[in-house]
């Protein structure tokens, strides 16, 4: 009888799940959530296995099971010219804004007073935290304090009117998806 297999905790959410080559076969490659994670974990966000382990609450053996079954497949439709699906965990997501309200989100921009980071499972708002912002207070610089953050609560989308190119580009290397939108309303926030 097969063991049980454990939740396993999956943060990244991918904006894009459907990659096809041009003049590439018809057949399919898909990746599973957790396999998903594992490559978002070490590859994008550079953890070591023993810590990417640890974030999915899995064992060091089978966090190197998943990532080299994750990677087995990633070779496969590249060097076989094959479409790529990228399962996505229902689990839920993680946004993150700069706002000068807790109560009322316009003119989102870094430098704004309160970072604001709502978690949404099942199309509701599971938790709210807010911040005080290091760019605001501290005068720190959006692409060095920001990510940081983020990435210690898990934020899979940035929403944002303006933006740097180093800010922007510090995100986007963390496989945090920007969303440029002057202000947001809580029903947006759970449907993105």
Known sequence: MPRHKNERIISFKPRITDFSPIGGSSEKVSLL??????????????????????????????????????????????????????????????????????EIYENLEPQNQYICIFEIKNKEIVNKTFLQNPVNTQKAKPAIALPEIFIKYGVNFYITSTIGEGFKNSLISKGITIVKKDSITLYEVVTL
């Open 33 to 102: 959530p957790e396999e998903v994670e594992a490559i978002y974990l070490m590859d994008l966000l550079g953890l070591y296995q023993e810590d990417a382990a640890f974030k999915m609450e899995v064992s060091r053996p089978t966090f190197a099971r998943i990532i080299k079954s994750a990677r087995q497949k990633l070779a496969m439709a590249v060097l076989n010219g094959q479409n790529l699906h990228l399962q996505s965990s229902e689990s839920g997501y993680v946004v993150a804004f700069c706002s000068n309200s807790k």
